[in-house]
């Protein structure tokens, strides 16, 4: 597996073959630890047949370990500088794998040419990271897993449970999808260029959505209202969307959910009751 993977040296000697240089609006800081690369793959835990969705390819340095241990990789890549070099990157070191290479915005996915993917392993731009996430979750209910290497601040956030600090929008968003666990930190020295903060590894694992005859969208939207002023009590964080503060709190009492509560202290199967109470929210 060693032969397959970038170094340091190799990373900056293709970045000057092409003209590349990293571009910070686009968060690209790319791998180079073979390493990390072997531990991210080992973490993802996955399965033989698992077909995987790799997001921001880069230079390639994670695609080659993936494809490496022996699996289907579909990578999404926004920049075409990139996208187009990677299939040659791979063929130099594995040759006929098993890539498909997609040039796309990830918040713009159209259907995927081949077998739906099952698993999402990504080092995910710093800037876009929660909202690619939520997206993906979304709109491909094929992914079972996932292991996403993402900023340590969001790593937090993302696997946080209700009560803890770091608790809020993107923990119960996400929550709503799978459940979500810290899986690693990764140091700041293992890419390049170096980003200012270190890095860590989340896993997800696709749960069914709290069960609940009410949309999405407006578990969602409760979700960003309770948050919005975070130290706010329930009644008053909701009074707007339910329409007055006695419909808040006749609707959080039919939820059963303590109207002086505030939404950092519940999950989102609280959130989805709640939402499944409120009047609905005619547009």
């Known amino acids: ?36 690369i072997r531990r991210i793959v080992r973490t993802a835990e996955l399965a033989p047949d698992d077909v ?12 080659l370990g993936l494809l490496a241990a022996g699996h289907r990789v579909t990578a999404v890549e926004i920049d ?6 990677l299939p040659s990157t791979v063929e130099a070191h594995l040759p006929q794998a098993p890539l498909t290479v997609v040039t796309a915005d990830a918040m713009r996915l159209g259907p995927l040419p081949g077998a739906a993917p099952t698993a999402l392993v990504a080092n995910l731009p710093y800037n876009v990271a929660v909202p690619v996430v939520l997206h993906l979750l979304e709109t491909l209910p094929s992914l079972r897993t996932g292991l996403v290497l993402v900023q340590a601040e969001v ?41 200012n903060v270190d890095s860590g590894l989340v896993r997800l694992v696709r749960h069914a959505p709290p069960n609940v005859e ?23 964080a909701l009074s707007g969307r339910a329409g007055s503060p006695a419909a808040a709190v006749a609707a959080l009492e039919a939820a059963g959910v303590d109207p002086t509560a505030r939404g950092e202290t519940l999950d989102v199967t609280a959130f989805a009751r709640i939402a499944a109470a409120l009047p609905r929210v005619v547009s």
């Open 80 to 85: 075409p500088v990139l996208a187009d070099a």
């Open 52 to 63: 995987v969705l790799e997001v921001g390819p880069g230079l390639g340095s994670l695609t």
């Open 1 to 36: 597996m060693t032969s397959a993977l970038l170094g340091p040296a190799e990373i900056r000697s293709l970045a000057d073959e092409l003209g590349f240089r990293p571009r910070k609006m686009l968060g690209q800081n790319f791998l180079h630890d073979a390493n990390t």
């Open 155 to 195: 790593a937090d956030r993302l696997a946080a449970g209700p009560g803890s600090k770091v608790y809020g929008v993107p923990s119960v968003k996400a929550a709503w999808y799978a459940r979500t666990t810290r899986a690693g930190a990764v140091s700041r020295s293992v890419f390049w260029p170096v980003p």
């Open 214 to 236: 009410v949309a999405r969208t407006e578990v969602f939207g409760v979700i960003d209202a309770a948050f919005a002023q975070r130290r706010k009590m329930l009644r008053s």
